[in-house]
């Protein structure tokens, strides 16, 4: 069994689903009986905000800047066998500081080519901090808010390798209920039969 990891859900880009992913992450993990913190790393602190409702148990911390990260994210990893970490949409010190400590980075991504194209810039970030960690995070693309009639083209698959990154198997679908979660203090497999 995994110990003390560290998994930042990661992307420059706004917008992209990184809250979602984090605090749907967070309790499915602590729904299979592990310890887990959040860390909540972007200026709004809705995800802190929303696990404090929907999965009270899981402990949920807010990290102001890049050098609270830097400072806070080991010894907060130390207490339980898995830290989520909720990066921000725009600021790049913070998002390197998370990488520069993360074991797993996960990169939402829409599923359009231009997201796609738009993430070779996001990448960025990441590549410096495997350069200096040598190799590490380990990097996954994880597509989100994909409608229900979507196809992954070749193309998109060629932009992904193309960056030298895995795609995960499965894609975060483009449903109302992951708007309306949230709001509802819950996540989506908590909301009853239209979370089906």
């Not at 880009?13 to 009986?33: F, M, R």
């Not at 898995?82 to 990169?107: C, F, I, K, M, Q």
């Not at 932009?159 to 819950?186: R, S």
């Amino acid at each position: 069994m995994v110990q003390n990891m560290i998994i930042v859900v990661a992307n420059s880009k706004g917008g992209v689903g990184k809250s979602t992913l984090a605090v749907h992450l967070a309790a499915w993990l602590h729904e299979q009986g592990h310890t887990v913190t959040l860390a909540d790393c972007d200026t709004q602190h809705s995800s802190s905000q929303w696990a404090k409702e929907a999965v009270p148990e899981v402990k949920a911390v807010q990290l102001g800047d890049a050098n609270e990260i830097l400072d806070r994210l080991p010894g907060l990893a130390q207490q339980c066998d898995y830290l989520v970490a909720d990066g921000p949409g725009s600021n790049t010190e913070t998002s390197r500081a998370l990488l520069l400590r993360a074991d797993l980075a996960l990169v939402p991504c829409k599923a359009s080519m231009l997201e796609v194209r738009a993430l070779a810039q996001a990448t960025n970030v990441l590549r410096q901090a495997q350069d200096i960690r040598g190799g590490q995070p380990r990097a996954i693309i994880v597509l989100s808010m994909v409608g229900k009639t979507y196809r992954l083209t070749q193309d998109m698959k060629d932009a992904a390798e193309a960056l030298e990154l895995p795609l995960a198997k499965t894609a975060v679908t483009l449903k109302q209920i992951y708007a309306d979660a949230p709001g509802q203090g819950a996540v989506v497999w908590k909301l009853g039969a239209r979370a089906r």
